[in-house]
């Protein structure tokens, strides 16, 4: 079956920097485009980045352009969310998702806190 799963968050200081990444299993994940999600504390689940299936083109949510990278390595089956300069407002549980056809799937989240 679909697996997603998300290592590396944690507590992080402001200014500092994060590496999230995502496993997967179960289906043809160098066929398919891989998006990160991030939810904080009372809000609705914000969408983040995709990167399609080669990893040659990367979408940001404008807010984020420049702090945020996402990459991939498909023989490994894995998808990284690059963070820099984190921010207090950057706390949150952060999800990796795909979707296959009409069915979405996501990983159990990672949380990620930034505070001094």
């Known amino acids: 079956q679909v697996q997603l799963v998300e290592h590396g968050g944690g507590l992080v200081q402001p200014g500092g920097f994060l590496q999230l990444s995502c496993i997967a299993s179960?289906?043809?994940?160098?066929?398919?485009?891989m998006s990160w999600f991030r939810q904080a504390p009372g809000k609705k689940r914000q969408w983040v980045s995709v990167?399609?299936?080669?990893?040659?083109?990367?979408i940001y949510i404008d807010s984020m352009e420049g702090r945020f990278t996402t990459a991939r390595d498909n023989a490994e089956n894995t998808v990284y969310l690059y963070v820099n300069n984190l921010k207090p407002e950057d706390t949150a549980v952060y999800y990796c998702?795909?979707?296959?056809?009409?069915?979405?799937?996501w990983g159990q989240g990672t949380q990620v806190t930034v505070s001094s």
């Open positions: 998702h795909c979707r296959l056809g009409e069915k979405d799937y």
């Open positions: 179960g289906f043809d994940f160098s066929s398919t485009s």
């Open positions: 990167i399609t299936s080669s990893g040659g083109r990367t």
